[in-house]
Protein backbone atom coordinates (compact mmCIF):
# COMPACT_ATOMS: atom_id res chain seq x y z
CA UNK A 1 0.00 0.00 0.00
CA UNK A 2 1.19 3.11 -0.96
CA UNK A 3 2.40 5.92 2.17
CA UNK A 4 -0.25 8.44 2.43
CA UNK A 5 0.75 12.07 4.02
CA UNK A 6 -1.87 12.83 6.66
CA UNK A 7 -1.80 16.97 7.06
CA UNK A 8 -3.42 18.06 10.92
CA UNK A 9 -4.30 21.87 11.49
CA UNK A 10 -4.58 23.44 14.73
CA UNK A 11 -7.44 25.72 15.71
CA UNK A 12 -7.58 27.52 18.65
CA UNK A 13 -11.15 27.48 20.28
CA UNK A 14 -12.05 30.16 22.43
CA UNK A 15 -10.77 27.65 25.29
CA UNK A 16 -7.90 27.57 23.69
CA UNK A 17 -8.18 23.83 23.31
CA UNK A 18 -6.29 21.98 20.48
CA UNK A 19 -8.59 20.20 17.97
CA UNK A 20 -6.89 18.10 15.18
CA UNK A 21 -8.79 17.75 11.82
CA UNK A 22 -7.78 14.71 9.93
CA UNK A 23 -8.09 14.01 6.18
CA UNK A 24 -7.10 11.45 3.77
CA UNK A 25 -7.11 7.63 3.26
CA UNK A 26 -5.72 6.02 6.26
CA UNK A 27 -2.60 3.50 5.80
CA UNK A 28 -0.25 1.66 7.29
CA UNK A 29 2.40 4.26 7.12
CA UNK A 30 1.86 7.79 8.82
CA UNK A 31 3.32 11.21 8.44
CA UNK A 32 2.61 14.34 10.09
CA UNK A 33 3.08 17.85 8.62
CA UNK A 34 2.63 21.23 11.29
CA UNK A 35 2.06 24.37 9.94
CA UNK A 36 3.28 26.18 13.12
CA UNK A 37 5.60 25.21 15.93
CA UNK A 38 4.25 26.99 18.98
CA UNK A 39 1.75 29.61 19.81
CA UNK A 40 2.11 32.25 22.43
CA UNK A 41 -1.33 33.15 24.57
CA UNK A 42 -2.26 35.02 27.09
CA UNK A 43 -2.78 32.73 30.47
CA UNK A 44 -6.29 32.86 31.24
CA UNK A 45 -7.34 34.64 27.93
CA UNK A 46 -10.35 32.99 25.87
CA UNK A 47 -9.83 35.40 22.47
CA UNK A 48 -7.31 33.69 19.69
CA UNK A 49 -4.94 36.71 19.68
CA UNK A 50 -1.39 35.39 19.82
CA UNK A 51 1.03 37.25 22.36
CA UNK A 52 2.70 36.56 25.77
CA UNK A 53 0.92 33.75 29.08
CA UNK A 54 4.05 35.85 30.88
CA UNK A 55 4.34 39.88 31.24
CA UNK A 56 6.56 41.24 33.70
CA UNK A 57 8.08 43.69 35.11
CA UNK A 58 11.94 44.30 34.93
CA UNK A 59 13.01 46.98 37.12
CA UNK A 60 15.48 47.78 40.01
CA UNK A 61 13.85 48.03 44.00
CA UNK A 62 16.20 50.40 44.98
CA UNK A 63 16.90 53.62 43.02
CA UNK A 64 19.15 56.80 43.84
CA UNK A 65 17.11 60.16 43.46
CA UNK A 66 17.89 61.88 40.21
CA UNK A 67 19.03 58.94 38.53
CA UNK A 68 17.66 57.67 35.14
CA UNK A 69 16.02 54.39 34.89
CA UNK A 70 13.79 52.36 33.06
CA UNK A 71 11.25 50.20 33.67
CA UNK A 72 10.56 47.42 31.03
CA UNK A 73 7.09 45.47 30.70
CA UNK A 74 8.77 42.09 29.30
CA UNK A 75 7.33 39.34 27.82
CA UNK A 76 8.41 35.81 25.82
CA UNK A 77 6.39 36.53 22.61
CA UNK A 78 7.35 40.03 20.07
CA UNK A 79 4.13 42.49 20.41
CA UNK A 80 3.45 45.25 18.30
CA UNK A 81 0.33 46.09 20.62
CA UNK A 82 0.15 49.34 22.65
CA UNK A 83 1.36 48.84 26.70
CA UNK A 84 -0.27 50.10 29.60
CA UNK A 85 1.59 51.16 32.78
CA UNK A 86 0.11 51.48 36.03
CA UNK A 87 1.47 53.13 39.29
CA UNK A 88 -0.31 52.09 42.66
CA UNK A 89 -3.36 50.78 40.64
CA UNK A 90 -3.72 53.80 38.93
CA UNK A 91 -3.35 54.09 34.89
CA UNK A 92 -0.01 56.06 33.82
CA UNK A 93 0.18 58.20 30.50
CA UNK A 94 2.26 55.73 28.79
CA UNK A 95 2.40 53.58 26.53
CA UNK A 96 5.78 52.12 25.24
CA UNK A 97 7.56 48.88 26.45
CA UNK A 98 9.56 51.08 28.68
CA UNK A 99 8.28 53.43 31.19
CA UNK A 100 11.64 56.22 32.01
CA UNK A 101 11.71 57.62 35.33
CA UNK A 102 13.96 60.46 36.53
CA UNK A 103 13.66 59.07 39.81
CA UNK A 104 11.87 62.19 42.12
CA UNK A 105 11.07 60.85 45.74
CA UNK A 106 7.50 60.59 44.31
CA UNK A 107 8.14 58.15 41.93
CA UNK A 108 8.10 55.28 44.53
CA UNK A 109 5.65 52.98 44.51
CA UNK A 110 3.98 49.79 43.00
CA UNK A 111 4.51 49.49 39.24
CA UNK A 112 2.80 46.85 37.06
CA UNK A 113 1.86 46.45 32.83
CA UNK A 114 -0.67 44.85 30.86
CA UNK A 115 -1.37 44.72 27.17
CA UNK A 116 -3.67 47.07 25.60
CA UNK A 117 -7.18 45.16 25.41
CA UNK A 118 -6.06 42.53 27.83
CA UNK A 119 -5.92 45.36 31.01
CA UNK A 120 -7.60 42.31 32.89
CA UNK A 121 -4.33 40.51 33.09
CA UNK A 122 -1.78 42.66 34.39
CA UNK A 123 1.64 41.46 35.16
CA UNK A 124 2.62 41.30 39.22
CA UNK A 125 3.44 44.33 40.60
CA UNK A 126 7.08 45.46 41.23
CA UNK A 127 7.68 48.05 44.14
CA UNK A 128 10.55 50.25 43.62
CA UNK A 129 11.93 52.96 46.41
CA UNK A 130 13.72 56.23 45.69
CA UNK A 131 16.25 56.77 48.05
CA UNK A 132 18.19 59.76 48.46
CA UNK A 133 21.15 61.68 50.97
CA UNK A 134 20.23 63.67 53.93
CA UNK A 135 18.20 66.73 52.98
CA UNK A 136 16.52 69.57 55.12
CA UNK A 137 18.89 69.04 57.68
CA UNK A 138 18.02 71.56 60.91
CA UNK A 139 19.10 72.21 64.74
CA UNK A 140 16.42 72.19 67.66
CA UNK A 141 17.29 73.17 71.20
CA UNK A 142 15.25 71.42 73.95
CA UNK A 143 13.42 74.17 76.18
CA UNK A 144 12.02 77.54 76.22
CA UNK A 145 13.04 80.79 77.28
CA UNK A 146 16.60 81.90 78.00
CA UNK A 147 19.53 79.62 78.95
CA UNK A 148 20.83 80.54 82.55
CA UNK A 149 24.23 79.49 83.88
CA UNK A 150 23.65 76.15 85.15
CA UNK A 151 20.83 75.23 83.13
CA UNK A 152 21.51 71.45 81.12
CA UNK A 153 21.03 72.42 76.91
CA UNK A 154 20.24 69.64 74.17
CA UNK A 155 20.55 70.17 70.65
CA UNK A 156 19.08 67.88 68.14
CA UNK A 157 19.65 67.54 64.70
CA UNK A 158 16.74 66.30 62.23
CA UNK A 159 17.01 65.29 58.56
CA UNK A 160 14.72 64.14 55.51
CA UNK A 161 17.12 61.15 54.03
CA UNK A 162 15.98 57.78 52.86
CA UNK A 163 17.32 55.47 54.71
CA UNK A 164 16.89 57.44 57.63
CA UNK A 165 20.46 59.04 58.52
CA UNK A 166 22.59 57.12 61.39
CA UNK A 167 25.44 59.49 61.65
CA UNK A 168 25.22 62.93 63.06
CA UNK A 169 28.35 64.73 64.10
CA UNK A 170 28.14 67.82 65.82
CA UNK A 171 30.60 71.02 65.34
CA UNK A 172 30.96 74.54 67.03
CA UNK A 173 31.89 77.67 64.76
CA UNK A 174 35.80 78.50 64.70
CA UNK A 175 36.85 75.18 66.23
CA UNK A 176 38.31 72.55 63.72
CA UNK A 177 37.37 69.14 65.22
CA UNK A 178 33.62 67.62 66.02
CA UNK A 179 32.26 68.15 69.55
CA UNK A 180 29.63 65.25 69.73
CA UNK A 181 27.82 62.61 68.13
CA UNK A 182 24.64 61.46 67.99
CA UNK A 183 21.04 62.78 67.08
CA UNK A 184 21.41 64.72 70.09
CA UNK A 185 23.56 67.05 71.68
CA UNK A 186 23.82 67.94 75.60
CA UNK A 187 25.49 70.19 77.36
CA UNK A 188 25.26 69.94 81.51
CA UNK A 189 25.99 72.55 83.48
CA UNK A 190 25.57 75.07 80.38
CA UNK A 191 28.25 78.46 81.28
CA UNK A 192 29.76 81.38 79.30
CA UNK A 193 32.47 79.60 77.87
CA UNK A 194 29.65 77.15 76.02
CA UNK A 195 28.66 80.20 74.08
CA UNK A 196 28.95 80.26 70.65
CA UNK A 197 27.05 78.92 67.09
CA UNK A 198 26.70 74.60 66.80
CA UNK A 199 25.79 72.79 63.86
CA UNK A 200 25.39 69.37 63.35
CA UNK A 201 25.86 67.39 59.72
CA UNK A 202 23.81 64.21 59.08
CA UNK A 203 24.74 61.22 57.11
CA UNK A 204 23.74 58.16 55.36
CA UNK A 205 24.98 55.82 52.83
CA UNK A 206 24.22 58.45 49.71
CA UNK A 207 25.95 60.94 50.82
CA UNK A 208 25.92 63.55 53.86
CA UNK A 209 24.59 67.33 54.54
CA UNK A 210 25.18 70.22 57.16
CA UNK A 211 22.41 72.22 58.60
CA UNK A 212 22.46 76.04 59.49
CA UNK A 213 24.39 77.15 62.55
CA UNK A 214 22.28 78.33 65.54
CA UNK A 215 23.49 80.78 68.22
CA UNK A 216 23.38 79.43 72.24
CA UNK A 217 24.32 81.71 74.53
CA UNK A 218 24.33 81.88 78.21
CA UNK A 219 22.21 84.61 80.12
CA UNK A 220 24.58 86.15 82.71
CA UNK A 221 23.38 88.33 85.96
CA UNK A 222 25.79 90.53 86.34
CA UNK A 223 27.15 91.89 89.91
CA UNK A 224 25.42 95.50 88.84
CA UNK A 225 21.94 93.90 88.23
CA UNK A 226 22.05 92.11 91.76
CA UNK A 227 22.72 95.49 92.99
CA UNK A 228 19.98 97.32 91.35
CA UNK A 229 17.56 93.91 92.61
CA UNK A 230 19.56 94.76 96.35
CA UNK A 231 18.63 98.52 96.08
CA UNK A 232 14.93 98.11 94.98
CA UNK A 233 14.27 95.62 97.66
CA UNK A 234 15.77 98.32 100.83
CA UNK A 235 14.10 101.68 99.11
CA UNK A 236 10.62 99.31 98.79
CA UNK A 237 11.75 98.44 102.49
CA UNK A 238 11.84 101.81 103.54
CA UNK A 239 8.70 103.46 102.20
CA UNK A 240 6.48 101.22 103.71
CA UNK A 241 7.98 101.68 106.95
CA UNK A 242 8.00 105.28 106.46
CA UNK A 243 3.92 104.90 105.59
CA UNK A 244 3.34 102.83 108.45
CA UNK A 245 5.40 104.94 111.08
CA UNK A 246 2.98 108.19 109.31
CA UNK A 247 -0.16 105.97 109.70
Partial sequence: ?????????????????????TSGVLGEDWNVNYE?????????????????PALQVKAPQLVLEKQTVG?????????????IWYKNGQTL????????????RSDS????????????????AVSITVVYPPKSVSVSITGS????????????????????ALNFSWFKENQSSAVGSGQSFSI??????????????AQNKHGSQRSESVSVSVKVVG??????IIIGVICGAAVGIMIFLIW
Avoid at 71 to 83: H, M, P, Q
Avoid at 109 to 124: F, T
Avoid at 145 to 157: H, R
Fill in 36 to 52: TDSICAPKGSTTIDVFS
Fill in 109 to 124: GRYSCAVRGHEHLPSP
Fill in 71 to 83: LICETTCSLTDAF
Fill in 223 to 228: RLVILY
Fill in 1 to 21: MVPVVVSIRIILLPSLNVLLL
Fill in 93 to 104: KIHSKTLQLQSE
Fill in 145 to 164: GEIVEGDSVTLICSSDSKPP
Fill in 188 to 201: SSFNSSHSGRYYCE
